[in-house]
């Protein structure tokens, strides 16, 4: 694998990465979407929350997704260096810690600090919640809960080809596909989605999962594996790219003309989260059409842009993941330290998106200092 693919993709993670810290910070102020700590509910309707909530539904269509590409890209190398014993064990170190660190850690603290005054001690709320699983709080960590699952099922599905000796993809070059199969991916993928959330609505969650996104999560990171073998991510051209960006502009304005066409139109059950809704529909359609577009084009111009990495980069990357894992109480902090006052919602949301960006990041270069922490974080 070429150095300067790994420099881009890291200069990548650290990008998507700072956008999960705008994409909480913009729920607290007024955006629609769930967080620990809302300032700004969603019946204070404004041009703010109109402009906050386009904001994180088009972070939403492609962020995560891309996330889950990113990371679907490096397991067959993993993979193939360490064997299926080492493999998981370090899946289960570089994954499994933070979780349960999380889940029993941070995630509890943050909710027990936000949580009304009158409230008990913290002994008391931990041994009756926590301890009893009353409460489990996964918080954004469902991310690396569902790649922990996605690594046992590649090792498991690894081993079957073996078993039946079939090929397991050797590294080969192949044709960038086509823009009739870019579209017809976008078909299954939104098709999946609505079919999904007749079952299970977005906003509704298993183990922490919002299994509504997952029909996009799952075919992104099953692309990224054979993007690393076909060599896709190099043979992407900058002209299919802008092609599908171009798509995904022109699509994006469709949501929040379909959001008040639903409003006055639409019965009062329908819902853009799921059910027999065109509401439900539509918004399972564009996604894809977003995504697809919005991906291609920030990999092309990334691997333009950082194909050679700047020290000040390197250091945002090493520090990324420790970011997303330690982001939310620091978020919280920030909003709430900001609270009150009269500074309009979307200066309180500029002013605390580079604050809490900033505090993560030097927050994160702390924890690596750690020792053994480097080797989770």
Not at 17 to 34: C, E, N, P
Not at 43 to 70: K, P, R, Y
Not at 179 to 187: G, N, V
Request: hydrophobic content about 55%.
């Amino acid at each position: 694998m070429e150095q300067s693919r790994l420099r881009y993709i890291d200069s990548l993670r650290v990008f998507l990465t700072a956008l999960v810290i705008w994409h909480h910070t913009a729920i607290t102020y007024g955006a629609s979407g769930s967080w620990y700590y809302i300032e700004y509910t969603s019946d204070e309707l404004t041009a703010t929350t109109g402009i906050l909530s386009l904001f994180t539904g088009v972070n939403q269509a492609f962020f995560m997704g891309f996330f889950f590409l990113l990371s679907g890209y490096f397991i067959p190398a993993s993979y193939d260096r360490k064997g299926a014993a080492r493999f998981l064990k370090e899946r289960f170190i570089r994954l499994g810690i933070p979780l349960l660190i999380y889940v029993f850690l941070i995630g509890p603290s943050l909710i027990y600090a936000i949580a009304p005054a009158g409230k008990g001690t913290y002994g008391d709320f931990y041994r009756e919640y926590v301890l009893t699983f009353r409460l489990v709080n996964w918080g954004p960590l469902w991310f690396v809960e569902t790649l922990l699952y996605m690594a046992i099922v590649y090792v498991i599905v690894r081993g079957l080809m073996r078993q039946r000796r079939l090929a397991i993809g050797a590294d080969r070059p192949s044709a960038f596909p086509s823009h009739t199969a870019i579209f017809l991916s976008a078909l299954l993928i939104g098709a999946a989605s609505f079919l999904i959330r007749l079952i299970m609505p977005t906003g509704e969650e298993v183990l922490g999962l919002q299994l509504g996104y997952f029909s996009s999560y799952v075919f992104l990171f099953v692309v990224g594996i054979v993007a690393y073998r076909r060599d896709w991510f190099t043979l992407l051209s900058a002209a299919t790219a802008r092609f599908w960006f171009r798509i995904s502009l022109c699509v994006i304005p469709f949501l929040p003309i379909a959001v008040v066409l639903g409003g006055l139109l639409g019965p009062d059950e329908a819902s853009i989260n799921g059910g027999w809704s065109w509401l439900a529909l539509f918004y399972a359609f564009w996604e894809p059409f977003v995504a697809l577009g919005m991906i291609m084009y920030l990999l092309v111009r990334f691997r333009g842009r950082f194909d050679r990495q700047s020290p000040w980069m390197t250091w945002l990357a090493n520090r990324a993941y420790a970011v997303y894992i330690i982001h939310p109480p620091i978020v919280v902090a920030v909003c709430y330290t900001l609270r009150g006052g009269t500074l309009p919602a979307m200066l309180k949301f500029l002013i605390a998106g580079l604050l809490a960006t900033a505090l993560c990041f030097g927050i994160a270069g702390l924890l690596r200092r750690i020792p053994w922490a480097d080797r989770v974080l």
